[in-house]
């Protein structure tokens, strides 16, 4: 089971290491006065604001701390236990699904942005 927990936690740097150059790119992007928006209706109109730093950077700051939380649970479980595997598994499936959470905020984003004109050249 150690390759698939290594497999796992690489999965967790992959989608962080996206996660934070799309936050950069974007960080660039946006002018420094602007305020991004972060929650969204159902309609996709944003219905609340952050300043840049802190929109760009949440769900990546958020994902690091689920992961670490994970893996401090996993490892306190017993090896080859079923808790742990379930761990694993759920570990696995939770990466990338933060990832494209992300992904889905940075562009609904930057969209709006660049349609009220907060975005720089």
Do not use: N, Y
Request: hydrophobic content about 50%; overall charge positive; charged content about 15%.
């Amino acid at each position: 089971m150690d390759w698939l927990t290594l497999l796992v936690d690489g999965l967790w740097i992959a989608a962080l290491a996206i996660m934070s150059s799309v936050s950069r790119q974007s960080l660039g992007r946006i002018r420094s006065s602007a305020k991004v928006p972060v929650q969204f209706d159902l309609g996709g109109v944003p219905t609340w604001r952050a300043p840049r730093l802190i929109a760009v950077t949440f769900t990546p700051i958020i994902a690091c701390g689920v992961w670490l939380v994970l893996l401090t649970i996993g490892q306190t479980a017993p090896s080859g236990s079923s808790e742990r595997t379930l761990l694993l598994g759920i570990r696995a499936v939770i990466a990338p699904v933060l990832c494209l959470i992300h992904l889905w905020h940075m562009r609904a984003a930057l969209k709006v942005l660049e349609q009220e004109g907060q975005l720089g050249s």
